[in-house]
Every structure is written in structure tokens, then in C-alpha cells.
């Protein structure tokens, strides 16, 4: 089970609600990459790109390393998987839920079958 502070939990859904970032993840998903790299997709500056990885970096998601004058950026899943933990709490409360409901309107449907059954005429039109 995985233990997460409040704020580390926020911090990784405020970098997960952008979709610059989201695609950042993905990309690195696949593997390191240079900062250069991971702006190519996107259409604004270095510096901008940089304040996103910031972000990443504060979520515990992303982490940097400067070799030379080239800035590798590297992945760090274990903060997804606190968000993840958190969803699956949510996930699932709300199948048990819909089990429960399910449940509940066969047990509907049964009894409206076993009152048609029971009438001598059938339904009226």
C-alpha cells in the first residue's frame, strides 16, 4: 500500500490536469529524453516548457539532470502510482455500487414479470 501525504497527492493531480504535462509523461514514458526534445511537440519557448517540467518535478514525477550544456529529463512513476492508489479507493467504492443497484433492479424486473404472470388478462393496451 502505498502512503501519500495530502500534498504530495495534490501536487500530482495539479501536474496530471495539464495537457502539455500529461504528454511530457507520455513521452517520457517511453524512455529519457533532453528537454529539447520533449519541447519539440509543442508549440512554446524553452522557458515555458521548463516551468512545466517544474511542476513535474515538484509532483515527484519527473526528475532532471543537466550533462553538460544537455538537460535529461527521466520519469519517476511512484507518485502516479499514489494517484492511482487514491482512484482505486473511488473506483471501487462506485463498482460495488453499481453491483448493488444492478442487483436491486432484477429483483425489480423479476417482480413486475411475476405480476404479469399472476393477472388472468395479461397487460391492457
Not at 495539479?14 to 529524453?33: F, H, M, N, V
Not at 512545466?52 to 518535478?57: A, F, I, Q, R, S
Not at 473511488?90 to 417482480?111: C, G, H, P, Q
Request: hydrophobic residues 35%; glycine residues 6%; contains cysteine.
Amino acid at each position: 500500500m502505498v502512503k501519500y501525504s495530502e500534498a504530495t497527492l495534490n501536487n500530482v493531480f495539479y501536474a496530471l490536469c495539464d495537457p502539455t504535462r500529461r504528454a511530457i509523461l507520455e513521452r517520457l514514458s517511453k524512455g529519457q529524453s533532453q528537454v529539447t526534445e520533449l519541447a519539440e511537440p509543442h508549440d512554446m519557448s524553452l522557458p515555458a516548457i521548463s516551468k512545466h517540467l517544474g511542476v513535474l518535478e515538484v509532483a515527484g514525477l519527473v526528475t532532471r539532470e543537466k550533462d553538460g550544456r544537455v538537460r535529461r529529463c527521466k520519469l519517476v512513476p511512484e507518485n502516479l502510482e499514489t494517484a492511482n492508489e487514491w482512484l482505486e479507493k473511488y473506483r471501487i467504492f462506485w463498482e460495488e455500487s453499481l453491483d448493488r443497484l444492478d442487483a436491486y433492479l432484477k429483483t425489480v424486473v423479476e417482480k413486475e414479470k411475476e405480476k404479469g404472470k399472476g393477472s388472468k388478462h395479461g397487460r391492457k393496451n
